[in-house]
């Protein structure tokens, strides 16, 4: 089997020493008996290579004889220190029939340079475990609630700069009135890009946080989180209007809109492996894919994304200078036509589900490889 083996390894969130049979997460030292310590060294020292079953029973237990399930009850342990899904693996994936194989990316270092962690370590070890533990959950799902957010924002930016981009072919306008124009829309895009990535990112974090990353509550959790930001958003944006203008515009996006964005979200980082995958970029595709057709499929039953509340908020106001009818000529259409509003939708879900889960993958990322290299 090929690997070097080192004094310490990282993966994640975890540090492994070694040298000093000890298993850290993020300063905290984790409990593990020593057959299972090995058993994980084991694994994290030929990473990525199949462990057969025979080489667990003779460099784990070479002094005894155990069966298949002391094995397997081993690595179900192994799997809850490490908050590990056998279905969903992040660490360790099972071989049906002939043993397992670590599949998480780990980092290794022979020179103890994770003196710090440890020190880190040994000043937070009168905290109780419990209180750890609700710690770490909690800057898990800040960090994924964050992260979605600052996701929802770049979604908005580009949004935005795509509105203007076609504006800028509209008749009549001066070239002050197209760059006037082109930060409001900016603007109007940040911001509901940023609640929305809000909402369905911290609806998202709760499931993943309280369920331990279960697939199908990480998809409702993201409907929920969807549906409520919907809702408030278009409460107060209506009410917004009526006091200010006398107008309470109809038909704008709301919460049956931002519950189908958010669970497309949720159904796409699911069906790309969850927000621990291997491969990073499968659940951003997954989720880009299925919110883009998600967004087609909500105005083509009707509803509206940004782009239709935006063409009906302009029509709602007779002095408005907003007119998203020069979008139909890419498409063949005099005005903000169907077809239009079905490639705009399509586009702004892509860009949603993209950019939320590919800032919260990065970010998480970043932290990780900093706890690395510190």
């Known amino acids: 089997m090929s690997s070097e083996p080192y004094s310490h390894y990282g993966f994640g969130d975890f540090y492994l020493d070694v040298e ?13 008996n020593g057959r299972y310590f ?31 399930s002391a094995l397997t009850q081993c690595v179900k342990d192994i799997r809850k220190k490490l908050g590990d899904d056998a279905s969903n693996p992040r660490y360790i994936q099972t071989v049906p029939s002939y043993g397992y ?3 998480g990316s780990v980092e290794a270092d022979s020179s103890g340079g994770y003196e710090q962690i440890k020190t880190a370590a040994v000043n937070a070890a009168e905290a109780p475990s419990s209180v750890t533990d609700n710690k770490y959950q909690l800057k898990r799902g800040l960090v ?24 800028a072919y509209a008749p009549g306008d001066s070239a002050m009135g197209v760059i006037s124009m082109l930060l409001v829309l900016i603007a109007l895009n940040v911001i509901v890009g940023g609640v929305g990535g809000l909402g369905v990112s911290s609806g998202m974090a709760v499931a993943i946080v309280s369920t331990g990353a279960h697939k199908v509550w990480t998809g409702i959790g993201a409907a929920i989180g969807g549906v409520v930001v919907g809702s408030l958003v278009k409460l107060l944006g209506i009410d917004a209007f009526n006091l200010l203008f006398g107008v309470a515009p109809e038909g704008i996006t709301g919460g049956l809109e931002g519950a189908a964005l958010g669970a497309a979200v949720g159904l796409g980082v699911t069906i790309g492996g969850g927000l ?5 970029i499968r659940p951003v595709v997954g989720a880009a894919s299925i919110s883009g057709i998600v ?3 909500i105005t083509m039953a009707g509803g509206r994304l940004m782009s239709g509340s935006l063409d009906i908020l302009a029509r709602s106001f007779t002095g408005s200078q907003l007119r998203l009818d020069a979008f139909g000529r890419f498409f063949g259409e005099p005005s903000f036509g169907i077809i239009t509003q079905t490639v705009l939708a399509g586009i702004e879900g892509f860009l949603f589900g993209a950019c939320v889960v590919g800032a919260i993958i990065y970010l998480r990322r970043l932290l990780s490889q900093k706890h690395i290299s510190h």
């Open 295 to 297: 967004g087609v499929l």
């Open 144 to 167: 994924i609630g964050g992260a979605g957010t600052i996701g929802g924002i770049a979604a908005g930016l580009l949004g935005g700069l795509v509105y203007g981009f076609g504006l």
């Open 276 to 280: 621990d995958a291997t491969r990073r």
């Open 20 to 32: 000093n049979r000890q298993l850290w997460r993020e300063g905290h030292q984790v409990d593990l």
């Open 38 to 68: 090995d058993a994980l060294v084991l694994l994290v020292r030929e990473h990525g290579e199949l462990v057969e079953k025979d080489q667990f029973f003779s460099e784990v237990w070479e002094d005894v004889v155990v069966s298949d």
């Open 101 to 103: 194989r670590f599949v």
